[in-house]
């Protein structure tokens, strides 16, 4: 919140032993879910904003031939950013603002990367039902050098997907916007 006091993000992990296995490699690995709780601070104690406790996929999910993205949460501009990052294969963030009673997505942001190039970007603004993509025509690109060619489109929506309503970021497909 806007009050200046400092607000508390929490990602929490469901403790299921039926959920420990054992992966391709025969390492046992935890696939619990994660979730998230944002407490916000008021005076001397916190009063819980949202919880959501199964909204995140396991940090041992198997990637297949890559490694899973890896999961960080920022808050900027009183914004919370849930980030997946895939390293050189690209990222993908979702912008969630406080309004409403719940943190609704207001923005995403995706980039599909092979090393240092970047292929393709979506962004979409939800508040301005806005999408633009910018996919890189230089195909000799090595890194910095692309040239995008933009495509601007409306989004339709009905109302804004709430934090607290995700069941799982891995199914929630932004590209049907």
Known sequence: KSDGLEDCVLIVKKMDTANITRDRFNNL???NRRGIIVLFKNNNSYEKAIENYNCFSSENEDGG???PPSLTINIKNEKLIIDYNHGRYGSWYYTFQFQNSNFELIEFHSSSNQGPVINKETYINF??????IKE???YNAVGGDEEFKKTWSNVEIKSLIKLS???DFDELNMYKY
């Open 127 to 132: 508040i301005t039902k806005k999408k633009l």
């Open 65 to 67: 031939i890559y490694f």
């Open 29 to 31: 690995v935890d696939r």
């Open 136 to 138: 890189n025509i230089n």
């Open 165 to 167: 309503e995700i069941e």
